[in-house]
């Protein structure tokens, strides 16, 4: 079985700053890693996702996540955030040998972007 | 390429009442997903079809909780009867195949009310 853990709820910061959002999780078999975005009164959808090879992956809007196995971490990263990504971020985790694709999501972090 | 259909959007009745939602996956994609959110938690997943037979309805309460994908396209959940606790967004999601590896496509979301 395995759990997600983000440590933030909320996340303010202001326009052009860098951000971090947190996400750790639990597992006791290998794991694919994804991050999920939802803006305000849209579904949720892909950013990223961490499959193997290299253990930095990159979104076409400027994000990227690093994959830690050590210290079991998939955290997210902007060096310069918009107004346009206030949202709230999913981390989410399934097992390499799942045969049902079944996500298991975190509590989300919102993340507001001020002017 | 149309994105995943949900209706309504937006639902409120009282508790012991039913109510059904709707869901229309990307044409082509073999699994369906339906995910409550609960304020402030992430997603969790309340069954998984693929084409339309179930994988995974281990966390649907199946005393109050329904689902069918008839002919392997679109699919409908029902409560009956509701209760408070339900109070939440349903969202369905559809994936190509259902691997781990897959993306998983979300619909906006239905957002459930129970007085």
């Known amino acids: 079985a395995q759990s997600v853990t983000q440590l933030d709820s909320q996340v303010p910061v202001f326009e052009e700053a860098p951000v971090e959002l947190r996400c750790n999780y639990s597992?006791?078999?290998?794991?694919?890693l994804f991050w999920y975005v939802q803006y305000p009164n849209q579904g949720l959808q892909l950013l990223l996702k961490?499959?193997?090879?290299?253990?930095l992956v990159e979104s076409i809007n400027g994000f990227e996540a690093e994959f830690n196995k050590s210290q079991t971490s998939f955290h997210l990263r902007k060096p310069s955030v918009h107004i346009s990504d206030t949202a709230e971020y999913f981390c989410a985790v399934t097992g390499t040998s799942s045969n049902t694709g079944k996500l298991i999501f975190g509590q989300g972090t919102t993340l507001q972007v001020k002017p | 390429e149309a994105g995943v259909a949900q209706s309504p959007r937006y639902k409120i009745i009282e508790k012991r009442q039913s109510v059904a939602f709707w869901c229309n996956p990307i044409?082509?994609?073999?699994?369906l997903y339906w995910y409550q959110q609960i304020l402030g938690q992430g997603p969790k997943l309340l069954i998984q079809?693929?084409?339309?037979?179930?994988?995974?309805d281990s966390q649907l309460p199946k005393d109050r909780f329904s689902a069918e994908r008839l002919k392997g396209v679109d699919s409908t959940l029902k409560i009956q009867p509701a209760k408070l606790e339900d109070s939440a967004v349903y969202l369905c999601?559809?994936?190509?195949?259902?691997?781990?590896?897959?993306?998983?496509?979300f619909g906006p979301g239905t957002r459930l009310t129970v007085l």
């Open positions: 079809f693929q084409n339309n037979g179930v994988v995974d």
């Open positions: 597992s006791s078999v290998s794991v694919y």
């Open positions: 961490y499959l193997s090879g290299s253990t």
């Open positions: 999601a559809s994936s190509l195949y259902g691997l781990a590896t897959d993306t998983q496509y």
């Open positions: 044409s082509g994609h073999a699994t």
